[in-house]
T-cell receptor, first 116, second 111 residues
Framework: NAGVTQTPKFRVLKTGQSMTLLCAQD?????MYWYRQDPGMGLRLIHY???????AKGEVPDGYNVSRLKKQNFLLGLESAAPSQTSVYFC???????????????FGPGTRLLVL | DQQVKQNSPSLSVQEGRISILNCDYT??????FLWYKKYPAEGPTFLIS?????DKNEDGRFTVFLNKSAKHLSLHIVPSQPGDSAVYFC??????????FGAGTRLTVKP
């Protein structure tokens, strides 16, 4: 049971390049999330998904697109990278129900992205 | 706008003493509050949570207090241990799926 994994761990892009970050979870979770972490800003939600084939915008969605073609995978795309997108990106997943399941959002180890 | 605020970027305490981490929020719709712990080069891990219908939740050395009238919550760690040194994020969510995080407080526990 690997939990939540993210690929790649680190990437350097030039302004204008595109790339896709992959998140995979093997816990059969319905909900998946993409966050970015910046100094002094905490974690900010980019996009999320409540199930296969569904996506929704979070707090800071501009410049990003996502897809959830399979339940276990959640992809984050940058079509034209900008230096402002230099950040650490975290993926997370959880069960959909409230109570004990609501709080257990499992995070991946993060992807460090540098846009020059 | 930051709906969840952790005004202390860092906190240093002696091993064995109490650590108190604070968090304030502005959105009165938040009904669930959580603390996550993060070590370097790792993702955050869930630590403890509290529902808005309670004012205290305890789990071993960790206790979270919620003061709804003041829109304030705090995490107490007693006794603090060097292994507790990490960044602690406060988070809050409403009935929907959008969870908001604070900027984090870096706790250092000195031996």
């Amino acid at each position: 049971n690997a939990g939540v994994t993210q690929t790649p761990k680190f990437r350097v892009l030039k302004t204008g390049q595109s790339m896709t970050l992959l998140c995979a979870q093997d816990m059969n979770h319905e909900y998946m999330y993409w966050y970015r972490q910046d100094p002094g800003m905490g974690l900010r939600l980019i996009h999320y998904s409540v199930g296969e084939g569904t996506t929704a915008k979070g707090e800071v969605p501009d410049g990003y697109n996502v897809s959830r073609l399979k339940k276990q995978n959640f992809l984050l795309g940058l079509e034209s990278a900008a230096p402002s997108q230099t950040s650490v990106y975290f993926c997370a997943s959880r069960f959909p129900t409230g109570g004990a399941g609501k709080e257990t959002q499992y995070f991946g180890p993060g992807t460090r992205l540098l846009v020059l | 706008d930051q709906q969840v605020k952790q005004n202390s970027p860092s906190l240093s305490v002696q091993e064995g003493r109490i650590s108190i981490l604070n968090c304030d929020y502005t959105n009165s719709m938040f009904d669930y509050f959580l603390w996550y712990k993060k070590y370097p080069a790792e993702g955050p891990t869930f630590l403890i949570s509290i529902s808005s219908i309670k004012d205290k939740n305890e789990d071993g050395r960790f206790t979270v207090f919620l003061n709804k009238s003041a829109k304030h919550l705090s995490l107490h760690i007693v006794p603090s241990q060097p292994g507790d040194s990490a960044v602690y994020f406060c988070a809050a969510s409403a009935w929907d799926n959008d969870m908001r995080f604070g900027a984090g407080t870096r706790l250092t526990v000195k031996p």
